[in-house]
């Protein structure tokens, strides 16, 4: 087994974390006791056009609060020119804080809407990691979908469309000082919504458990995590929308996304971006339909601790962990067939062997990604897993 406790353990977490159906309406009670009364609010369009219960929690601030100025996300994946364009929205106005509710494009929007408000100039300036020299205003997450993990890591990602990759504004400073988990937020999420985010979670969580820089400390999120997605996309693929299948998969999506902030990703998270800029294939999709594949490489290349995953939760396991490790890769792969997500990249628009190329050429860019995986990963492996699929 993998000695994964280092010499010197570290796991950040800043963001305090508040779970409960329907306590988005205690909001102006939590930013209350921080003394944040003038906010920057910026809403996700598709929830506000289809779940009524947002309608709720805005006039409920507005009503309790000095004043809100709302930004809404109209972009699935914010550009750099996007973000520019609508900093316009909160610049006249003195703010405490900025709150986003949405999924992780628009909790994204408001980490960079944050960081421009104390940060001059063009958004693409802060770029990259460790741009931004001046402490933002506080970010206060809701998330409207369980997936990405933004409402407690410092990461936001924008589209630089004159490069054509995604990129993000990286800095210390973006951590979320709050997040709220309410799952009626989630009411409104179609089963390719929930599939999509809860799958991202899941490559997450799993990158996160083999990746060489797991600690001893994000294994106690990576494996809980997974628990949660394991049981709640298992839920969601038999047509259970329950509230406590909705807590298990936010829940699940928070801990899978400080796992990973404090471990480092792996093989499927860093392909999911050449699919995505290229193919439009959602982030969470893309990661998945690779993971199979990375988990038997994997095996068979000696790395068997995913056999400890598939005995957390089958009945079926056999104790030995190669079996289970590879067990566990066919469940996975029939998990995302019943949850309607192709299992081959052709079901993605992938057709030819240029268009494969392409994927390896773009994957090439995230190199420190592939570093983190428990056994070599290298240009010729790259190359065999997407001519795999
Ligand atoms: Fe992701």
């Not at 741009?131 to 924008?158: H, I, R, W």
């Not at 589209?159 to 979320?176: C, H, L, R, V």
């Not at 995302?336 to 773009?362: H, M, N, W, Y």
């Not at 420190?368 to 795999?388: C, W």
Request: contains cysteine; proline residues 5%; aromatic residues 8%.
């Amino acid at each position: 087994m993998k000695n994964y406790l280092k010499e010197e353990v570290r796991f950040v977490m800043r963001t305090e974390q508040v779970i409960g159906d329907g306590i988005a309406l205690n909001l102006p009670d939590h930013l209350a006791a921080n003394g944040w009364r003038r906010i920057g609010l910026v809403l996700d369009s598709g929830l506000k056009q289809h779940n009524p219960y947002l309608s709720e929690v805005v006039e409920n601030l507005e009503k309790n609060l000095e004043s809100v100025h709302i930004v809404v996300n109209e972009m699935a994946e914010p550009t750099y020119d996007y973000l520019n364009e609508v900093k316009d929205v909160f610049a006249p106005h003195d703010l405490d804080c900025v709150v986003g509710i949405g999924g992780g494009s628009t909790l994204d929007l408001a980490k960079g809407l944050a960081t421009l408000k104390s940060n001059p100039g063009d958004a693409i300036q802060y770029r990259g990691f460790g741009k931004v020299t001046q402490p933002p205003l506080p970010v206060v997450a809701l998330p409207s979908t369980a997936g990405t993990g933004s409402e407690v890591t410092p990461y936001a990602v924008f589209i630089d469309t004159e490069a054509q990759w995604k990129f993000g504004i990286n800095s210390e400073y973006n951590y979320p000082r709050l997040a709220l988990y309410d799952p009626r937020f989630l009411d409104s999420c179609t089963l390719p919504i929930f599939a999509s985010a809860g799958l991202d979670a899941m490559t997450h969580t799993l990158e996160s458990f083999a990746a060489k820089g797991a600690t001893l400390l994000s294994r106690v999120h990576s494996i809980q995590a997974f628990k949660l997605l394991w049981e709640g996309l298992g839920s969601l693929a038999e047509g259970d929308r329950s509230t406590e299948t909705k807590i298990k998969l936010l829940v699940g999506s928070g801990c899978a996304g400080a796992a990973l902030m404090n471990s480092g990703a792996g093989p499927s998270g860093a392909l999911s971006y050449p699919l995505g800029v290229y193919f439009k294939v959602p982030h969470g999709i893309a990661g998945s339909v690779f993971l199979p594949g990375v988990i038997r490489f994997n095996v068979e290349n000696g790395y068997t601790e995913y056999g400890q995953l598939y005995a957390a939760v089958a009945e079926d396991a056999t104790g030995d962990e190669a079996t289970d490790a590879l067990r566990f890769a066919d469940e996975l792969r029939d998990l995302c067939a019943k949850l309607g997500i192709p299992t081959s990249l052709e079901g993605f628009g992938v057709k030819d062997d240029e268009d494969r190329d392409q994927i390896i050429e773009g994957a090439f860019q995230l190199e420190a990604a592939f570093a983190h995986n428990p056994v070599t990963f290298g240009p010729d492996e790259i190359r065999k897993l997407v001519y795999s699929l």
